[in-house]
């Protein structure tokens, strides 16, 4: 099992810029590939990023590329999600995910483990 815990979400400006953590806990082979998404109120969950623990390799949606960069830290068991030049647009609940298999995924069906999220709000 692994459990998933968000934190750093708030309200900020246009342009301001957040940190937001995942704490892990559990089975490290269960989650091979961590991933962020995102949901605002009445759309449909969108891909933010995701990373490979084993070789830290990234990748990340159209709509962030430029402006969010995803990390983590094996020593503490943390995600990290550094989101620059926010935009109102970014406005939604962050959640964390981890996957169990070594393939990347954009698809949040492919996640097996998700936290309770975080919300962010950015204001014009």
């Known amino acids: 099992q692994v459990q998933l815990v968000e934190s750093g979400g708030g309200l900020v400006q246009a342009g301001d810029s957040l940190r937001l953590s995942c704490a892990a806990s559990?089975?490290?082979?269960?989650?091979?590939?961590m991933g962020w998404f995102r949901q605002a109120p009445g759309k449909q969950r969108e891909f933010v990023a995701h990373i490979r623990w084993s070789d830290g390799n990234t990748y990340y949606g159209d709509s962030v590329k430029g402006r969010f960069t995803i990390s983590r830290d094996n020593a503490k068991n943390t995600v990290y999600l550094q989101m620059k030049s926010l935009k109102p647009e970014d406005t939604a609940v962050y959640y964390c995910?981890?996957?169990?298999?070594?393939?990347?995924?954009?698809?949040?069906?492919?996640?097996?483990?998700w936290g309770q999220g975080t919300q962010v709000t950015v204001s014009s």
């Open positions: 995910a981890a996957s169990k298999g070594i393939l990347s995924s954009t698809d949040y069906a492919d996640y097996n483990y």
């Open positions: 559990g089975r490290t082979f269960s989650r091979h590939v």
